[in-house]
């Protein structure tokens, strides 16, 4: 909508009837969250651009009303909870919609009571927001909405940063809002599956028009995401697993990552975040940790290039201990995608965004010209021009261009945290893809993601963590290993490696 | 972070935030007027008292090692340029128009002068640890501070975590991409400063943008004023402490005057 003239929504026209729970999906970048935007009057109030066409919201007429006239109406829970926080402390913020209403005290405790029960949050009463992980910080945004009870409830991608259980409790509390107070529910979201018995309607948007609107099929012609990559006899062995690159048929017996006995503590936390993790990653196979949000996941993954150091214990990088390196020195031999990459981003054009990596390793100009070449067509950034500035690129491409920043430090380990978050089906497919094609060139690729499908389809090897420990541990049975790799249904060594891992 | 509120139960952190706001006022107060060593020493251990009753004794001195290059540094030239030269003297000079001089009178003076500081910055470090910025801005709104300062200011207070945590964030990214920040000199290396300031620039903008959505979203007008929904009335704790804040206040000035 800024800078380079873009027509985000063709000529939609749709209404949507109270109580309704319709879902919106479709690839990113297809106008979802500019459709969301127009529901409360932010477009046209809030944002750049002109907007032709009317949008009535509650009986009012978008272009007549400025935003908070919409306030008690359209509860919006955005994608990003963190950034939707006005406050510092999570009463406060459940109170903010009540206060600035300036209703009286008792009016406003008991509102914020009754938003506390309904997500279940009492235990969150009287923390702060920074200590708040994901999740939780996405139930309070809730709260903070609902507290004013709007009869609108409008959500941006709810589902993207959360795991199974908190996606779970997200359907049951929409479930209960639809029954018990027949709230209008209008979700934005990719990951379809979760909504799947709630939906009474399923639009589907492309290119920023409406190209599906439909009643749901019973039958569900969704695909099922809730399930769980859990029990390996569940899963059947595909054919589309059958090109792929077994683990130990490339890779050698050296790990090119170990963990000994990693215990770590966040300063000022009373709980250890990873408390006995011993592990190791091989290369070519795609290892996958999953876990709920704030698991110890990404704590585990700063462990890998010295981004955070452990309290005890010890990892190693192929043989060399990690504690004798420094961070920088370690990303010759880690490349660390960290969640929300895009913020990684600076330089002036895409080229030498993709350079820096390389740059800081010392390679020289020839070499680094030549990777970025390779590097662009390997992450399919080759329909752009190279000297694009990077910050001007949509969502999913900005993500593509911090991947291939870390790529192209041609590490052989690729360790990636969250990498899925906000992608759409196609552009998920798409970087499954890329990573097959990585860990069949003999590389090492860690994932961390509670993104259950898409972990399900590229992962060879799986690790639960739990409150930072690994609860379970088993791997994918591949049609060529299925018979020793299945036996024993998942091996359960709290703390500790499978003994037939290697 | 050191530097930042610690909650807790303690008489201090239940204390209304406008009592605490007075006794910052009079302790800043008690620091600037007088400048007599017994006072000053006195004053500060009254503040040590206070961090170890609200079971923040640790941390208060950890906080307080931040100032320490400034401290070592106003003694230092306290004790060397000062104003209060009487006593023993064991060192002085003449270089060009400095005339630096180290006397007993004058050492003394300046531990009070390091003593001042460490009371006005102890007052100051145990308010913040104290004190949640929110109902800090709460009180403020309660004595009828107009609500879009208050806003702002309770914004300024806890963005700044917000803050340090892109930061953190970005130079985790960089430093995953090879940059080195572990050794050599950030500042000599145009590119390091680059790569850091334009990430937190700019996701300092995103975020603002942000907020400012979502405040309107949730139906923030400016210039509206907005009620609490936890109103501060002081209680027997704030009297407590405010005459024991005057008593103590009464004492200085009488040992300050029978010094004199």
Known sequence: MSGRRITALRHVSLAISAGECTVVSGPSGSGKSTLARCLNGLIPHATRGTMEGDAIIAGMNTRDHDVPDFAGHVGMVFQDPACQMVTGDVESEIAFGLEIRNLPEQEIREGLDRAIRLLHIGHLAGRTIHELSWGERQRVAIASVLAVRPQILVMDEPFSGIDASGAQSLVSLLAELKEVRNTTIIVFEHRTGFLRHLADRWIVMQEGAIVSDEKPDPAGSCPDLMDLPGKAGSRAPSSRFSDSVHPGETGTDIPSVSFRDVVYRYPGARAPALSGISLAFRPGEITILYGANGSGKTTLLKHCNGLLAPDSGSILLAKKPLSRMTVAEAAGTVGLLNQHADYQLFEGTIADEIAFGPGNLGKNRKEIREIVERIRSLCSLNHIDPSTPPLGLSGGEKQRVALAGILAMETPVVALDEPTFGLDPGLKSSLGNLLRTLCSSGKTVIVATHDEEFAERYGDRFIRIASGRIVEEYRKPSPSRSRQDQSPDCTTTPGGESPGDS | ?260
């Open chain 2, 1 to 260: 972070m050191l530097l930042r509120y610690q909650p807790g139960e303690s008489f201090l952190h239940r204390l209304d935030p406008r009592t605490k706001l007075l006794a910052l006022i009079a302790m800043s107060a008690v620091a600037l007027l007088f400048s007599s060593l017994p006072v000053l020493l006195l004053a500060f251990l009254f503040e040590t008292v206070l961090a170890i009753v609200s079971g923040l004794g640790k941390r208060f001195f950890r906080a307080l090692t931040l100032i320490f290059p400034l401290l070592i540094l106003v003694i230092v030239l306290d004790s060397i340029f000062n104003k209060v030269s009487s006593g023993q003297v064991w060192f002085s000079a003449n270089i060009g128009f400095l005339h630096p001089e180290i006397t007993t009178e004058g050492i003394l003076f300046a531990i009070a002068m390091g003593l001042r500081l460490l009371t006005l910055v102890g007052i100051s470090f145990l308010f913040i640890m104290t004190t949640a910025p929110d109902d800090f801005v709460r009180s403020l709104r309660n004595m009828r501070v107009p609500s879009v300062l208050t806003f702002s200011l309770g914004y300024a207070l806890h963005s700044t975590t917000a803050l340090a945590e892109d930061t953190r964030q970005i130079m985790d990214a960089q430093r995953s991409r090879g940059l080195e920040l572990d050794r050599g000199n950030i500042i000599k290396n145009r590119n390091k400063l680059t790569a850091l300031f334009l990430p937190v620039t700019v996701s300092v903008l995103k975020r603002s943008k942000n907020t400012a959505d979502a405040m309107q979203a949730r139906g923030f007008r400016q210039g509206v004023p907005h009620s609490s929904y936890r109103s501060q009335v002081p209680g027997n704790r704030d009297i407590l402490m405010g005459a024991v804040l005057f008593s103590f206040i009464v004492l200085l000035v009488l040992l300050d005057w029978l010094l004199i």
